[in-house]
């Protein structure tokens, strides 16, 4: 039987690994846990994500594998109660538009910029050979309040990112589509019929998001070996050997689902301009600070999605998840969550705080969301993400074309993460699938023709 080794076990790797049917497959991981930013804390009755808290279920390849792992009477939907979205700006929690409609009525812009909103249809289309910030565009396209008041803080609160550094084409693909196939993004709401509201609905499971990274791992079983470094790759006639701590390991395929950074380490001594393209994808330090409180303890109680910060607002944070709104389910009955994001690419020392400056910045946001502080917090938990979200910058397409077109120069090896073509979760376990499909098609294609003669009686 062929062997394929999988080189990291956040979702990409574990993903991909559970779509490999019929291999021989190992997931090595340098750390002493799988999941990577999948991961869930239980305390108590209360489910603490430590990063990722869901996916959209807009995603084929994320129902199949919730099917495969019998996880799909595992499904919690987010709640009705989170259908609001609030962007905090001139001091307050303001509803945010999701609709044209809305658009045209909301307090959080004036009426000047509304009619500069109006005249989007009339603004001819980019230049396609042009590599867009997300700025540029929106601004282009819809005026700068859009930019300052709509998109910065959804940019923020996706990407922990600016608009001003975000390649368009990279970071939001179906956007520029949008543009290039309908000329105009509400032509395009107008013949999908739908609004601005993002396609799909979030879901995560009863044990919380990480409950599907440990169901990949009791799937995988043996063949996921944490605390095992990947050190070197050697490319042979035969196929790839994989160098660890614990001695080499022969592979017919290679997926390196490892960070950017351990992607380029690896490649460094196969192709130096691979290695380059890995080594210039940046990434965001991002904090998360989950709080879980006694229903009243804030002059307002929190009702919606969450709040994300409109910018010139002097809050600090990146906004604030009402986890308990998403998902009443994780805390007992008379508490409310909030998750906290702090930094990103938009204020990285801010993710880098001592503890009690960190916890001040994040308890004072709060009071201007929700009103004033009534009560302690019954308990805190800060999760530090140093590299936690990668920032598909300008030249984003151009790095991950130079990491797409090693697959041909290296027969046998490929390349999975979201640091390449999506970042959240649906997206790796969409890559995943793609990835595992291309490596059994490998495999058949170089199979020995005894072996494939067997298999096919």
């Given at each position: 039987?062929?062997?394929?080794?999988?080189?990291?076990?956040?979702?990409?790797?574990?993903?991909?690994?559970?779509?490999?049917?019929?291999?021989?497959?190992?997931?090595?991981?340098?750390?002493?846990?799988?999941?990577?930013?999948?991961?869930?804390?239980?305390?108590?009755?209360?489910?603490?994500?430590?990063?990722?808290?869901?996916?959209?279920?807009?995603?084929?390849?994320?129902?199949?594998?919730?099917?495969?792992?019998?996880?799909?009477?595992?499904?919690?939907?987010?709640?009705?109660?989170?259908?609001?979205?609030?962007?905090?700006?001139?001091?307050?929690?303001?509803?945010?538009?999701?609709?044209?409609?809305?658009?045209?009525?909301?307090?959080?812009?004036?009426?000047?910029?509304?009619?500069?909103?109006?005249?989007?249809?009339?603004?001819?289309?980019?230049?396609?050979?042009?590599?867009?910030?997300?700025?540029?565009?929106?601004?282009?396209?819809?005026?700068?309040?859009?930019?300052?008041?709509?998109?910065?803080?959804?940019?923020?609160?996706?990407?922990?990112?600016?608009?001003?550094?975000?390649?368009?084409?990279?970071?939001?693909?179906?956007?520029?589509?949008?543009?290039?196939?309908?000329?105009?993004?509400?032509?395009?709401?107008?013949?999908?019929?739908?609004?601005?509201?993002?396609?799909?609905?979030?879901?995560?499971?009863?044990?919380?998001?990480?409950?599907?990274?440990?169901?990949?791992?009791?799937?995988?079983?043996?063949?996921?070996?944490?605390?095992?470094?990947?050190?070197?790759?050697?490319?042979?006639?035969?196929?790839?050997?994989?160098?660890?701590?614990?001695?080499?390991?022969?592979?017919?395929?290679?997926?390196?689902?490892?960070?950017?950074?351990?992607?380029?380490k690896l490649m460094r001594g196969l192709d130096a301009s691979v290695a380059e393209a890995l080594d210039n994808i940046e990434y965001a330090p991002v904090t998360v600070v989950?709080?879980?409180?006694?229903?009243g303890s804030f002059d307002q109680a929190p009702n919606g999605f969450g709040v994300l910060v409109a910018r010139g607002e002097d809050v600090g944070v990146l906004g604030t998840?009402?986890?308990?709104?998403?998902?009443?389910?994780?805390?007992?009955?008379?508490?409310?969550?909030?998750?906290?994001?702090?930094?990103?690419?938009?204020?990285?020392?801010?993710?880098?705080?001592?503890?009690?400056?960190?916890?001040?910045?994040?308890?004072?946001?709060?009071?201007?969301?929700?009103?004033?502080?009534?009560?302690?917090?019954?308990?805190?938990?800060?999760?530090?993400?140093?590299?936690?979200?990668?920032?598909?910058?300008?030249?984003?397409?151009?790095?991950?074309?130079?990491?797409?077109?090693?697959?041909?120069?290296?027969?046998?090896?490929?390349?999975?993460?979201?640091?390449?073509?999506?970042?959240?979760?649906?997206?790796?376990?969409?890559?995943?699938?793609?990835?595992?499909?291309?490596?059994?098609?490998?495999?058949?294609?170089?199979?020995?023709?005894?072996?494939?003669?067997?298999?096919?009686?």
């Amino acid at each position: 039987m062929a062997r394929v080794i999988i080189v990291g076990a956040g979702i990409s790797g574990l993903a991909t690994a559970a779509f490999l049917d019929n291999v021989d497959t190992l997931v090595f991981e340098s750390s002493d846990s799988h999941g990577g930013n999948v991961r869930t804390d239980r305390i108590d009755g209360r489910i603490l994500d430590r990063a990722a808290n869901g996916w959209l279920d807009s995603e084929p390849a994320m129902t199949k594998l919730l099917e495969k792992l019998n996880l799909s009477d595992q499904i919690i939907p987010v709640s009705e109660r989170a259908e609001i979205r609030w962007i905090y700006a001139d001091g307050r929690m303001q509803p945010a538009p999701l609709s044209p409609k809305e658009m045209l009525t909301t307090s959080l812009i004036p009426w000047w910029a509304k009619l500069r909103i109006l005249l989007e249809p009339f603004i001819f289309r980019g230049r396609k050979e042009t590599d867009e910030t997300v700025a540029q565009f929106v601004s282009r396209r819809l005026g700068k309040w859009f930019v300052d008041r709509f998109v910065g803080p959804m940019v923020a609160g996706i990407h922990a990112a600016r608009p001003e550094s975000l390649s368009l084409k990279a970071a939001f693909p179906k956007m520029a589509a949008m543009e290039r196939d309908y000329g105009s993004l509400f032509r395009a709401m107008f013949a999908k019929k739908r609004g601005g509201a993002p396609s799909g609905h979030l879901q995560t499971l009863q044990a919380g998001a990480g409950q599907l990274t440990d169901t990949l791992a009791q799937y995988l079983g043996e063949g996921l070996q944490c605390d095992m470094p990947v050190e070197g790759l050697t490319q042979t006639k035969e196929g790839w050997v994989v160098h660890t701590k614990s001695g080499e390991h022969l592979a017919d395929a290679v997926v390196l689902a490892c960070p950017a950074p351990a992607q380029a380490k690896l490649m460094r001594g196969l192709d130096a301009s691979v290695a380059e393209a890995l080594d210039n994808i940046e990434y965001a330090p991002v904090t998360v600070v989950v709080s879980v409180w006694a229903a009243g303890s804030f002059d307002q109680a929190p009702n919606g999605f969450g709040v994300l910060v409109a910018r010139g607002e002097d809050v600090g944070v990146l906004g604030t998840l009402f986890t308990s709104c998403a998902f009443p389910q994780q805390c007992p009955e008379g508490e409310i969550i909030l998750r906290t994001m702090v930094g990103g690419s938009v204020n990285p020392k801010a993710a880098s705080l001592p503890h009690e400056q960190l916890l001040e910045l994040v308890f004072a946001a709060q009071e201007k969301f929700l009103g004033t502080q009534r009560a302690d917090p019954i308990l805190v938990r800060v999760y530090r993400h140093a590299a936690g979200i990668p920032q598909y910058t300008l030249g984003h397409t151009t790095r991950t074309a130079t990491v797409n077109a090693a697959e041909a120069k290296f027969p046998g090896l490929f390349f999975a993460g979201n640091h390449l073509d999506g970042i959240g979760v649906k997206d790796c376990v969409g890559t995943g699938h793609r990835i595992a499909q291309n490596v059994q098609g490998w495999l058949e294609i170089t199979a020995p023709v005894e072996q494939a003669t067997t298999e096919t009686q």
